[in-house]
């Protein structure tokens, strides 16, 4: 029975020294000291034992016992030491490493542009106004004084979804909406940026899609030299204080009187240069006391009612406020085109 202990106990500790984990120890612990071991057996063998004997072999038994479950007990302590040592080895984080620069998106140019100018029109009292990408004939071309066979509907190739249905060609059919909801006698006082489409070539200048952002104001006894003041608003705080602000007599089917504005070139400062093409002006955008036929249209008595428009190209602007010489890039988002422009 002593060979039989002394046997068991060697192969209990070889199990255990070769046991790698946890669990390979809990197999020798059930195997060894388990109800069903081995060196349990031997004590259920006592009985069997002389008198003499059984003391001797009952103390030997616990002593192997002991000594396997000690055994067990610094093992696991090890391993488990040396599984901690390892993931604190591989979750160890070395404070001194360079962090992983995180890339911080940001609003894209064309975004901050229009909410550039949505602001400075905020502050001078205009609200903003969102209308329908897929408008109707009406609201987009015939309330805008542009009927049916008009020869400027073709200076605006639409794209037609039905006979009735387009993709709107500017942004004005909502300033439409909004005088028409307002039944002819509370004044408006309104921006609406938003998408536009025309069927056009894509080029350096011209993209099938592309932004405006337009303005209206429209009461009683308003006259172009309010246009003027708030454009002069406008073009100073876009542009700078320095800039002066000229008006050119033009044509807008929905304007009349109608005029074009342009800014002091910023590049010559009015001397004339390459940007300026000489003329030392740079055209901005485009606006005009509401025609008659729109107001009436709309609901009101262009006898008691008048009122003033305008409309600008935010893609311009930014071209022309940060030398983008490519409209295109605007809509390819290409990341290093648009991180030159991202305001961290
Ligand atoms: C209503 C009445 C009048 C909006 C206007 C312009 C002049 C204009 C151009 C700017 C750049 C188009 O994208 S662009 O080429 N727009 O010059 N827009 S007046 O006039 C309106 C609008 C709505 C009810």
Not at 255 to 281: A, H, L, R
Request: glycine share 8%; proline share 5%; aromatic share 8%.
């Amino acid at each position: 029975m002593k060979e039989r202990l002394e046997q068991l106990k060697q192969e209990a500790l070889q199990k255990v020294e070769q046991a790698n984990n946890v669990q390979g120890l809990k197999d020798v612990r059930v195997e060894y000291l388990g109800k069903k071991g081995p060196i349990t057996e031997v004590l259920k063998g006592m009985g069997k034992l002389s008198k003499e004997e059984r003391p001797v072999i009952g103390q030997l038994a616990n002593e192997v016992r002991e000594q396997v479950a000690e055994a067990i007990e610094s093992k696991q302590t090890r391993l488990e030491d040396e599984a901690l040592e390892k993931q604190l080895e591989e979750e160890s984080v070395d404070v001194t490493l360079p962090g992983r620069p995180v890339q911080v998106g940001g609003p894209h140019l064309l975004t901050s542009i229009v909410e550039e100018i949505e602001d400075l029109f905020i502050g001078m009292g205009f609200e903003i106004k969102e209308g329908p990408e897929v408008e109707t004939d009406y609201y987009n071309f015939e309330a805008l004084n542009l009927p049916k066979g008009h020869p400027a509907r073709d200076m605006q190739d639409s794209f037609y979804i039905t006979e009735e249905l387009l993709l709107r060609t500017h942004t004005s059919p909502v300033q439409a909406r909004t005088m028409n909801a307002k039944n002819g006698s509370e004044p408006v006082k309104m921006i609406c940026p938003g998408k536009v489409y025309r069927r056009d070539t894509d080029d350096a200048t011209h993209s099938h899609q592309f932004t405006q952002i337009e303005g209206l104001l429209v009461d009683k006894h308003v006259r172009m030299s309010d246009l003027k003041g708030v454009l002069n608003a406008f073009a100073k705080q876009m542009f700078g204080e320095e800039r002066k602000i000229r008006l050119r007599p033009s044509f807008f089917p929905f304007t009349e009187p109608s005029v074009e504005m342009d800014i002091s070139c910023k590049v010559c400062g009015g001397e004339g240069c390459s940007v300026c093409k000489g003329t030392g002006w740079i055209e901005i955008l485009g606006a005009g006391m509401v025609h008659p036929n729109v107001l009436e249209m709309a609901g009101y008595d262009p006898k008691e009612y008048s009122g003033f428009a305008f409309g600008m190209g935010p893609e311009r602007i930014a071209m022309l406020k940060y030398g983008v010489d490519d409209i295109r890039n605007f809509y390819t988002n290409d990341i290093r085109f648009l991180e030159q422009y991202h305001k961290a």
